[in-house]
């Protein structure tokens, strides 16, 4: 497999960094912005934000290198190219064709500009990494279909979930294994830990982490796993069993075999908190896994050989990450793109969807808000 470190550092000391802009200066934004400065052989070459005032801001409190970036926002997008300076502009349109930027990288979390964008950058002949579940979720597969006829590259994240547990699933099948699923978080800032100094930063957004604890992020992102690794959903919506990562075999194999699953080869999400509110131990709050399943008595034996989490039967054993860094660790994509000509995962096909329900009456004049604040 080729290092993808050491073919960046190879694109830096020819001078012919891979060019990267960003539409949206949120949180996921702003932590791939923290690490981007720092990595060999790619270039910032551009922050898109309706709020420039923002992505100013993002590029100032993650230590981004002042002489590095356009302080004064008038810097054209070509003369930053050019000068391996960061411009900062609002126009995403206008940072999508400008000649010299190789990847995209879509962060505004908004379905319908995700698909403008994806769509854009076929036009312009621009890879892009996804960022943005939702607009995966809604056209990922039209998306995956246009970019190729394009020529171009479209990927998931690298860093978040579901491209996290599309490569866990990829290793399993690869080493022949039947599969199963992932894990997800679950009351805002204090469910969280996040302190109020934090939340007054502005990274933080109220709206899209209420939505890991009403269900919706997580309906959306197992949505993707399925599409992206041809699962396919509950058949009764997901559950969120409370699960520890000492109980995952057990509670996440089939009914038939004393678990909690209705079927083999399906998604689910478990939960860190139990039904009467105790937190769970050893929970996987922040991680991803898959069960995988023993074909025999030969590998049964190799799991417990081996130390592996399994099922009280053996058969069943869990592989989890404990931890996901989402931005911080997107440059993998970047990389994976540009070097190795490969996506890190893709959505390959419709196996599931998310519906919304309303959990209350409704009224005439009602505003319904999404997660659309990444930007």
Not at 70 to 90: A, F, H, M, W
Not at 280 to 295: S, T
């Amino acid at each position: 497999m080729t290092s993808l470190s050491t073919k960046l550092a190879a694109l830096e000391e020819r001078g012919k960094p891979i060019q990267v802009g960003i539409i949206g200066a949120g949180k996921f934004g702003s932590m791939y912005i923290s690490q981007s400065h720092r990595t060999k052989g790619v270039s910032l070459a551009a922050i898109a934000d309706l709020a420039p005032e923002r992505a100013l801001n993002a590029l100032k409190k993650t230590g981004f290198l002042q002489e590095r970036y356009d302080t004064t926002t008038s810097l054209s997008l070509e003369d930053g190219v050019r000068q391996g300076k960061t411009t900062v502009i609002t126009d995403s349109a206008a940072m999508i064709a400008t000649p010299g930027i190789d990847v995209i990288l879509e962060v505004t979390g908004n379905p319908a500009a995700g698909v403008r964008h994806a769509l854009l950058c076929c036009e312009h002949k621009k890879h892009i990494v996804m960022i943005n579940v939702e607009a995966d979720v809604l056209a990922g597969p039209l998306l995956t279909r246009r970019a190729k006829e394009a020529g171009i590259i479209y990927s998931m994240v690298y860093g978040d979930q579901p491209a996290l547990i599309a490569e866990l699933v990829d290793w399993a099948r690869t080493a022949g294994f039947d599969v199963y699923h992932y894990s997800i978080p679950d009351t805002v800032w204090n469910h969280y830990g996040f302190t109020k100094e934090q939340f007054a930063s502005g990274d933080f957004n109220p709206q899209m982490f209420n939505s890991f604890l009403d269900g919706t992020k997580p309906a959306l992102e197992m949505a993707a796993v399925a599409n992206g690794c041809d699962l396919s959903p509950p058949s009764n919506g997901l559950a969120f069993p409370p699960c520890g990562t000492h109980d995952l075999p057990e509670v996440l194999k089939p009914k038939s075999d004393g678990g909690q699953l209705d079927k083999k080869g399906t998604v689910e999400v478990v939960s860190c908190v139990e039904k009467d509110g105790r937190w769970v131990c050893n929970d996987l709050r922040w991680g991803v896994y898959v069960i995988i399943e023993a074909p025999g008595e030969y590998q049964k034996e190799c799991f417990k050989q081996y130390g592996l989490k399994t099922d009280s039967t053996g058969n069943y054993a869990a592989q989890y990450k404990p931890y996901h860094l989402i931005g911080l660790e997107l440059g993998i994509s970047v990389a994976s793109i540009m070097v190795r000509g490969e996506p890190t995962r893709q959505t390959k096909t419709w196996c599931g969807d998310v519906v919304a329900t309303a959990k209350r009456d409704l009224k005439a004049g009602d505003l319904f808000l999404i997660d659309s604040t990444k930007e």
